[in-house]
């Protein structure tokens, strides 16, 4: 599990930015929210140009740099990359993992999307290497914790990450720190619906969703999605467009017409077209970050989404957004609802000197700027 991560310097964060799993507090209320005792289903809030979107472009920084899987335009722009009102060149990124009983502390700068200047990797505070990039100077002296002491650094690239060198030079043993983090990275998924539907990590390319549906025979168990999740009464079947075309679509079928899906569906039910697409790799995934991810719906249907997510067992998720409704002790608790307010990532059970219990509203609490910096 992702037990913390921090950005420094980066688009609008000048001071360093945490979010911190660590954080639990003694609630005895929804505690599918944590595991291991670390929280494991998270919201965060904050006002328009808080960061974000930002912060979640950052924490999936690593997909990029350790593997080939997609990534976003925003986090390619060179431009914003750094942050402007910073006198420094470089960002920063630090990601704590829990392995078992271990620690994993990987850290690294850049001064743009595609320039390492530094790397840096301990396991339970022992150095394993770090790497300046600019001066070429080297600290390799825990190589054999990774089982690397043997590899041959004559054709490593400067800009390329030591540690993804690592994994693909050489032979990791299952248990390995190495293999551990590229795992983790490699099913890391960021999503969201809002203007397009991007997304960054677990696989490459795209793919066209009424289609993909129709063609692997799920048109009968989205129809029951929408369904379970809201409300929506339909009647999907799989069918060609015309004669001429190969490729099957969904077809949403009426009393005496049928129509294409793409054609007809609101933005609401093509957001859950999407969250279907995905849902059905949900048991890949490490570590979800839902951005927006309420941007079409219905307030009792990203309700409806929130607890579908929760009852995942395997995945830690994120979600962004401005619904105050998803605020209450009935859906999470206070310890896993954030706001991110003046650069500060906070709890809301950290923002206020009230020890909150199950009975407050955390929604009037959160309109009345309860937890706001």
Request: hydrophobic residues 35%.
């Amino acid at each position: 599990m992702l037990i913390s991560f921090t950005v420094e310097n980066y688009k609008n964060f000048s001071a360093p930015v945490t979010l911190d799993l660590t954080e639990t507090h003694d609630y005895k209320f929804n505690d599918k929210c944590t595991n291991n005792g670390l929280l494991s289903k998270v919201i965060i809030y904050g006002a328009n140009s808080s960061g974000k979107s930002n912060f979640g472009f950052g924490l999936f920084d690593i997909v990029g740099l350790l593997t080939d899987k997609n990534t976003a335009a925003n986090q390619d722009d060179e431009d914003t990359f750094i942050n402007a009102d910073s006198d420094s060149d470089e960002a920063v990124f630090r990601y704590v993992f829990k392995k078992g009983d271990d620690r994993i502390t990987y850290i690294y700068k850049k001064t743009a999307p595609h320039s390492l200047s530094y790397e840096e990797l301990t396991v339970n505070d022992k150095r394993v290497f770090s790497y300046d990039f600019r001066n070429r100077q080297s600290d390799l002296s825990g190589m054999d914790m990774i089982a690397a002491e043997s590899l041959n650094f004559e054709y490593f690239e400067n800009n390329f990450s030591i540690l993804r060198y690592i994994a693909n030079n050489t032979k990791q043993p299952d248990d390995s720190y190495v293999k551990f983090i590229m795992n983790f990275v490699s099913h890391m998924l960021w999503f969201r619906s809002l203007h397009e539907n991007g997304y960054i990590g677990l696989q490459t390319g795209s793919e066209q969703l009424s289609p993909w549906i129709a063609e692997n025979n799920l048109a009968g168990e989205f129809q029951e999605f929408l369904y379970r999740l809201a409300g929506i009464k339909t009647e999907l079947e799989a069918n060609r467009l015309d004669i001429s075309t190969p490729k099957k679509f969904l077809w949403e079928k009426h009393k005496n017409r049928s129509f294409p899906f793409e054609k007809i569906a609101s933005n609401g039910t093509r957001a859950l077209e999407l969250l279907f697409y995905w849902s059905k790799r949900f048991h890949e995934v490490s570590f979800l970050f839902m951005d927006e991810f309420d941007a079409f719906y219905h307030f009792e249907l990203s309700r409806n989404i929130i607890k579908y997510i929760v009852d995942l067992d395997n995945v830690q998720a994120v979600f962004t957004t401005h619904n105050s409704y998803l605020a209450s002790n009935s859906l999470m608790r206070p310890d896993c609802y954030f706001i991110l307010d003046r650069g500060k990532l906070t709890s809301f059970a950290d923002s206020t000197d009230r020890e909150l219990r199950e009975g407050h509203n955390l929604e009037k609490m959160l309109r009345n700027g309860e937890f706001n910096a």
